[in-house]
């Protein structure tokens, strides 16, 4: 009876153990899920400063002691589509104070950017870089391209292409960058 004890109090211990959250050392040791690359070496971001759809400008350095994930897209875009409603689940899971989200539409106009996030993503705002130069400067190979980008100010991943930011296995590892725990 004593040894059934003993058996549960360390089973019991083995599974809180690995409830515990990951923290961002743990999830960068385990690496990223399938479809996100390491930049190694990471890289400065490029400056990236533009407006809103009501005008308010946003300065990404604004940003620094906080992860920032920043995905291009365009309305056209079938992965962009895909993906986008995605990106709303994954905001309502990591809150904003533990990973910025910055949407950047890539050279399209105000009308076609509100019509699209209107229907696919009503809670998610997006900067508009009317004539692609900020994206140039990224330089995300295609649309949607990602970024994430480190506390200090560093491009640390980059996805390209769509995918779903809300399955658990991308959940899981941004909880562990951003200390979020599981």
């Known amino acids: 009876m004593r040894t059934?004890?003993?058996?549960?109090?360390?089973?019991?211990?083995?599974?809180?153990?690995?409830?515990?959250?990951?923290g961002a050392q743990a999830?960068?040791?385990t690496g990223p899920p399938p479809g996100l690359l390491v930049v190694d070496p990471p890289r400065p971001a490029p400056a990236l400063v533009l407006a809103d759809m009501d005008g308010k400008t946003l300065d990404i350095a604004g940003l620094r002691g906080r992860w920032v994930l920043v995905h291009f897209w365009a309305s056209w875009c079938g992965p962009c589509r895909f993906e986008m409603p995605t990106?709303?689940?994954?905001?309502?899971q990591i809150p904003e104070e533990r990973l910025?989200?910055?949407?950047?539409?890539?050279?399209?106009?105000e009308e076609a950017v509100f019509a699209f996030l209107a229907v696919t993503a009503p809670d998610l705002e997006s900067l508009l870089d009317p004539d692609g130069s900020a994206t140039g400067r990224w330089s995300p190979r295609g649309l949607?391209?990602?970024?994430?980008?480190?506390?200090?100010?560093?491009?640390?991943?980059?996805?390209?292409?769509?995918?779903?930011?809300?399955?658990?296995?991308?959940?899981a590892f941004l909880r562990g960058l951003t200390g979020q725990g599981a």
């Open 87 to 92: 990106l709303q689940k994954m905001r309502q």
């Open 4 to 22: 059934g004890l003993n058996r549960r109090a360390w089973l019991a211990a083995a599974v809180l153990a690995l409830l515990a959250p990951a």
């Open 144 to 171: 949607p391209g990602s970024f994430l980008v480190d506390p200090a100010g560093r491009i640390r991943y980059q996805a390209l292409g769509g995918r779903s930011w809300d399955s658990a296995a991308f959940l």
């Open 27 to 29: 999830a960068e040791e």
């Open 100 to 109: 910025a989200m910055v949407l950047v539409n890539t050279a399209e106009d």
